[in-house]
């Protein structure tokens, strides 16, 4: 069974520094791995996704995260992260022929001036 | 850019009542899927639906849970007998068809409060 680790609960950043989000998978393959945000009372949005290829994949906002088949982990980072990046955030995996997604448990992101 | 959408944004209801939770998928999408998010909780899958079938269902999807697409738009989840733990938020999704893992969109989700 597929499962996910997001061992960091809450972080908080301040705004202009770096960011990095950890999250450790475990499966018995490559999986194919998502970031998402959840904004308050809003709706998952996809940050990046990795399928193969490039190990280190670009996302949306500024966001990007490297797979490391080694650590069995897809870690998210953003260089300087901005006020509107507080959000919560999740990593997903989803195995080869498994459709569904699992997801782990969040980790929010409070960002201070 | 399509969107899945989900009414109502908001559902409260008695203990005991069935409830009926509204998805749009995206148009040209052809697999489903129902999630939750106790609050405070992960995101938790439910259940996937393709060719007006189950695909795969979770544990928690038990036999008070039915989804159906009754038309050419529409995708329901219903909880026949709604108990104070199905309080949750709802995240209905959809992706395309095909081998590759295309990405699931999600909905912007219902809050069922059950009282």
């Known amino acids: 069974a597929q499962s996910v680790t997001q061992p960091d609960i809450h972080i908080t950043v301040s705004e202009g520094a770096s960011l990095e989000l950890r999250c450790n998978y475990s499966y018995g393959a490559t999986p194919y791995l998502f970031w998402y945000v959840q904004s308050p009372g809003q709706g998952l949005q996809l940050l990046l996704k990795?399928?193969?290829?490039?190990?280190l994949v670009q996302g949306i906002k500024g966001f990007e995260a490297e797979f490391k088949r080694s650590q069995s982990s897809f870690n998210l980072r953003k260089p300087s992260v901005h006020w509107s990046d507080a959000a919560e955030y999740f990593c997903a995996v989803e195995g080869f022929g498994n459709e569904k997604l699992t997801f782990g448990t969040g980790t929010r992101l409070t960002i201070i001036p | 850019e399509p969107e899945v959408t989900q009414t109502p944004s908001h559902q409260v209801t008695q203990m005991g009542q069935e409830v009926i939770l509204r998805c749009v998928p995206i148009s040209n999408h052809l697999y489903f899927y129902w999630y939750r998010q106790i609050l405070g909780q992960k995101v938790e899958f439910l259940v996937s639906f393709y060719n007006n079938e189950i695909s795969e269902k979770s544990e928690i999807f038990d036999d008070q849970f039915s989804v159906e697409r009754p038309d050419g738009s529409n995708f329901t989840l219903k909880i026949r007998s709604t108990k104070l733990e199905d309080s949750a938020m709802y995240f209905c999704?959809?992706?395309?068809?095909?081998?590759?893992?295309?990405?699931?969109?999600f909905g912007p989700g219902t809050r069922l409060t059950v009282t």
């Open positions: 999704a959809s992706r395309l068809l095909g081998r590759a893992p295309y990405e699931q969109y």
């Open positions: 990795y399928f193969s290829g490039d190990t």
